[in-house]
């Protein structure tokens, strides 16, 4: 397969974002495409970009994952991320992870250093220890105050929320290689010990020989349809990764409900974007190109 050059995208979350972050929310996931093309230019496989653009959303306490989670209903953050390659299927993931920086890293550590796929809870974190990952308290004043003004709410005052969950990458190299990563606090609020689609390979993560793709939005609802590798598949059988999203968003309004983002990259550097929300910060950039940056639908 003739591959033109590398391509990336990102996506920071789809939800209901305040008018007001956009500025900063488009910066973010521009960054987040910088750093990716940084890696990919240079020679860097697609999944080193896709884990680099992820760990800079992580790093930003603007967006639901790794510093600036959101809280669960104890108050604490519980982190879900997953890697994956598209060339030998080879994938890692930890859900229900505490106190470290960068979930997305622990779970290429757990595809490159374990025979498992997916690490949870307390075995998540002994893991990460003994892999030297140090301790590191997510919670921002914000997610703080969003967390207790929603305890409000749930007694009687009227409620708020943060802005929108998951930052996702997919990437393609020169060599032709696919990749996807994926990374979130989750839901503000949720049950202690609630797993998202996030770390699950084919519902919000997926990456195949011809396409990656990275989910974002209510997860119970991609978990059920598992969208991610339907939308791979989709590729695989030969639709343009837009024609791809578009259709899956709009069977997904009509059956089960389009609180829902993708981003969709085959392995020609095609790249296909749809969310159901009221915004998805997200960006893009093919070899030889300048970055493309979006807030709102494209």
């Known amino acids: 397969m003739d ?6 995208a990102v996506h920071g979350g789809a939800g209901a974002w305040r008018d007001e972050d956009e500025a900063t929310a488009c910066a973010g996931v521009s960054a987040a495409v910088s750093g990716a093309a940084a890696v990919l230019e240079g020679g860097g496989s697609a999944l080193q970009a896709a884990i680099a653009a992820v760990v800079r959303l992580e790093d930003d306490p603007l967006f639901n994952a790794g510093t600036g989670a959101v809280l669960n209903r104890d108050g604490e953050a519980e982190l879900d991320a997953s890697v994956m390659t598209g060339h030998d299927l080879r994938c890692g993931g930890v859900a229900a992870l505490r106190g470290v920086r960068n979930p997305v890293l622990v779970a290429q550590r757990v595809m490159d250093a374990t025979p498992h796929v997916l690490l949870a809870g307390e075995g998540a974190l002994r893991f990460a220890r003994d892999q030297g990952f140090a301790e590191h308290d997510p919670m921002t004043v914000r997610a703080r105050a969003a967390w207790r003004l929603r305890c409000q709410g749930e007694a009687g005052a009227a409620p708020t929320t943060p802005g929108a969950g998951t930052v996702g ?7 032709g290689r696919l990749a996807a990563a994926t990374s979130t606090g989750g839901v503000i609020m949720k049950l202690p ?10 519902a919000g993560n997926y990456a195949n020989a011809w396409a990656a793709c990275s989910a974002t939005g209510r997860g119970e609802l991609m978990m059920r349809l598992l969208v991610a590798r339907d939308l791979c ?3 695989r059988a030969g639709q343009h990764p837009q024609a791809a999203v578009n259709s899956l968003l709009e069977e997904m309004r009509h059956d089960v409900g389009a609180d829902a983002g993708f981003i969709l990259l085959s392995a020609r550097g095609a790249v296909g974007i749809a969310h159901g929300t009221p915004a998805m910060p997200h960006a893009w950039q093919n070899s030889g190109g300048p970055v493309h940056v979006a807030f709102r639908r494209p």
Do not use: E, F, H, N
């Open 233 to 235: 598949d989709r590729v």
């Open 3 to 8: 591959v033109a050059g590398w391509a990336v």
């Open 193 to 202: 010990g609630r797993v998202g689609d996030s770390p699950i390979p084919g």
């Open 169 to 175: 990458a997919v990437t393609l190299d020169i060599q």
